[in-house]
């Protein structure tokens, strides 16, 4: 079964420092990974992809993330951190073990504070 | 244009009665997909329809839960007899090929 691991369910960053949030993933084929980041009151976004292509991906508002598979990794980072991106983000892989499913299995979210 | 709509926002209803949420995916979108959120947590998988395939219902909790679609458009989620423990934000998105896009959520309260 696939699945994801999110290492820091609190991470604190200064505002113009850079940000690192942390995934390591399981799966028995290549993944296809996402990156979604769910604002206050809102609905969950895509921030970016990893569907076999390029090895180092890069998303909305300045993020990006590099899929690393000797260290079973695909960490998220910025490097500077803006007040609005205080949010909650989501490491998540794609279940193709059923077929068309293509179901997400999320992780269990990392909560981003930039501090002024 | 419009995204993916969800409603009620917010349901607060008394255990052991039964709820129906709503979502309406994007015209055009083919798969639709259910999840829940229970608090702190990330998100889990319920159910997916995709065009007129047999569901995916591999991720329903317990036999009170059941979810319908018509056609390509509008899914309902129903729980029967809530308990406390259905207390989540219920997430509904749909997709035309690998990415999906989420509706805000309905948030279920089971007092």
């Known amino acids: 079964a696939q699945s994801v691991t999110q290492l820091d369910s609190h991470v604190s960053v200064s505002e113009g420092t850079p940000v690192l949030l942390r995934c390591n993933y399981s799966?028995?084929?290549?993944?296809?990974l996402f990156w979604y980041v769910q604002h206050p009151n809102k609905g969950l976004q895509l921030l970016l992809k990893?569907?076999?292509?390029?090895?180092l991906v890069k998303g909305i508002n300045g993020f990006e993330a590099e899929f690393k598979k000797s260290e079973t990794s695909f960490h998220l980072t910025k490097p500077s951190a803006h007040m609005s991106d205080a949010a909650e983000y989501f490491c998540v892989v794609s279940d193709q073990i059923s077929g068309a499913t293509n179901k997400l299995i999320f992780g269990t979210g990392t909560l981003l504070a930039v501090q002024p | 244009g419009a995204g993916v709509s969800q409603s009620p926002s917010n349901k607060v209803t008394e255990k052991g009665k039964d709820v129906e949420l709503r979502c309406d995916p994007i015209s055009g979108h083919t798969a639709l997909y259910w999840y829940r959120q229970r608090l702190g947590q990330g998100l889990e998988f319920l159910i997916y329809f995709q065009g007129n395939s047999a569901p995916d219902k591999s991720g329903l909790p317990s036999d009170r839960f059941s979810a319908e679609r018509t056609g390509e458009s509008v899914s309902t989620l129903t729980i029967q007899r809530t308990q406390q423990e259905d207390s989540a934000v219920y997430l509904c998105?749909?997709?035309?090929?690998?990415?999906?896009?989420f509706g805000p959520g309905t948030r279920l309260t089971v007092t």
């Open positions: 998105a749909s997709s035309l090929n690998y990415e999906q896009y």
């Open positions: 799966s028995s084929y290549s993944p296809s």
């Open positions: 990893y569907t076999s292509a390029a090895t």
